[in-house]
């Protein structure tokens, strides 16, 4: 329950607990989004704090909070990349 309704339900209580956080971030942004100059619907602030805080782990990325995530294929091709060109360490890695 959220405000006096009922939002979503769960199987399992890290999903739950994982929906909670998210909402809570949102209601942070709410809040954000609600004192800036910015001029913005209700409706507006509720859905772009909400689509925010869905996707946080791209806002750390884009507010540079956070590293993005490599993706290991990505790597390799990178590394095979470096090998074929002749950038390679003394241990035998691309450089």
Known sequence: MRNGQEVSTFMDKKSADEYDKMLDMADNLTVLLSNSPLELSEADIEELS????QGR???LVALQAKKPKVD???????DDVKAASGQ????????
Do not use: M, Q, R
């Open 72 to 78: 290991k294929s990505s790597a390799t091709k990178v």
């Open 88 to 95: 390679v360490n003394k241990k035998g890695k691309a450089a």
């Open 50 to 53: 909400i689509f925010l805080a």
């Open 57 to 59: 782990e791209d806002v």
